[in-house]
C-alpha cells in the first residue's frame, strides 16, 4: 500500500502562482505513475497531470503552458507548479498513484488517493 500525505493549497489571486507537493509513503517501488486530479463543485473529477516514473508527462489541454508536474524520487515527493491561475482552476485537487503488481503470469494496478487540498483562484 501507498498513502499520498498533500499539500500547498490555498486561495490565490487570478493570474497567481501556487505550488502543489505529495508525498508519498509505503510500497513506493510498486508506484508506476503519480498525478493530480481535481473536482470542482458539481462537476466529476478531472486528470490535471500524471508523471510516469520514467519521467514521461501528461496534461489537460485546459493547464498546457501553465502547469508543470514534476517528481523527486529521493524525496518520494511529486509537485504540480500551478502558474497564470484562473478562477476556472477552483477545485479539490487530489494526489493519485498507480501502482502495477504481477500475481499469476497477470498484470494488475491499484490506485491510491490522497485527501485532497483546496485551490481557490479569485477573480
Known amino acids: 500500500q501507498v498513502q499520498l500525505v498533500e499539500s500547498g493549497g490555498g486561495l490565490v489571486q487570478a493570474g497567481g502562482s501556487l505550488r502543489l507537493f505529495c508525498a508519498a509513503s509505503?510500497?513506493?517501488?510498486?508506484?508506476?505513475?503519480m498525478g493530480w486530479y481535481r473536482q470542482a463543485p458539481g462537476k466529476q473529477s478531472d486528470l490535471v497531470a500524471a508523471?510516469?516514473?520514467?519521467?514521461?508527462?501528461n496534461y489537460a489541454d485546459s493547464v498546457e503552458g501553465r502547469f508543470t508536474i514534476s517528481r523527486d524520487n529521493a524525496k518520494n515527493t511529486v509537485y504540480l507548479q500551478m502558474n497564470s491561475l484562473k478562477p476556472g482552476d477552483t477545485a479539490v485537487y487530489s494526489c493519485?498513484?498507480?501502482?502495477?503488481?504481477?500475481?499469476?503470469?497477470?498484470?494488475?494496478?491499484?490506485?491510491?488517493w490522497g485527501q485532497g487540498t483546496q485551490v481557490t483562484v479569485s477573480s
Open positions: 508523471i510516469t516514473i520514467a519521467g514521461r508527462t
Open positions: 509505503g510500497s513506493i517501488s510498486r508506484i508506476n505513475a
Open positions: 493519485n498513484a498507480e501502482l502495477i503488481y504481477y500475481s499469476g503470469g497477470s498484470r494488475y494496478s491499484e490506485d491510491y
